[in-house]
């Protein structure tokens, strides 16, 4: 890999700390996908994170279209590394294109219009479904958690496997 910036789309501020965080740890320059259009020309190498809204990787299918996408990560409520058959086929990703998910954070107070009122929703219908399910798992549990509770989950443990890969 020939990565030359982290690009990302974030919505409430926590896939923008993940991006930081990466940019800190690996050295590269970071930008959001509107300074990066600015910055960067098209077919550069980058890595993308998005945040995921009904497993779809927020402003990939653009930044798709500009730039070389060697590494995806969708940050996500769950759990690390969960979602990842739907958010890769959600977002038609190929198979070889490294793919991670990031717990990020949750708070209801950083979201608007739109947005918010769906994810109103979307904490009534979860919760329901997850605390009607038998055995619940790690992963019900931390989105449970995370709609009722917030806060982040931001860290660099979460990222430890995207640095090590970028850093081979």
Known sequence: MNIQAIVYTSNTGYTAEYARLLGEKTGLPVY?????????????????LG???ASMV???????????????????????????????????????LPLFTLQGGFDMNKLRGMNKFMMKIMKKILTRQINGKEEQTENDRAILH?????GSCVSEENLAPVIELINE
């Open 32 to 48: 959001s996908l509107e300074e990066a259009k600015q910055n960067l020309t098209e077919r550069t190498e980058i890595v993308y």
């Open 146 to 150: 995370m709609l009722n509770e917030g």
């Open 58 to 96: 927020k402003g990939y299918g653009e930044a798709s279209k500009l730039y070389n996408i060697s590494l995806v990560c969708g940050v996500c409520l769950g759990t690390s590394g969960s979602q990842m058959p739907e958010v890769r086929k959600m977002n038609k990703l190929p198979k070889d």
């Open 51 to 53: 945040w995921l809204m």
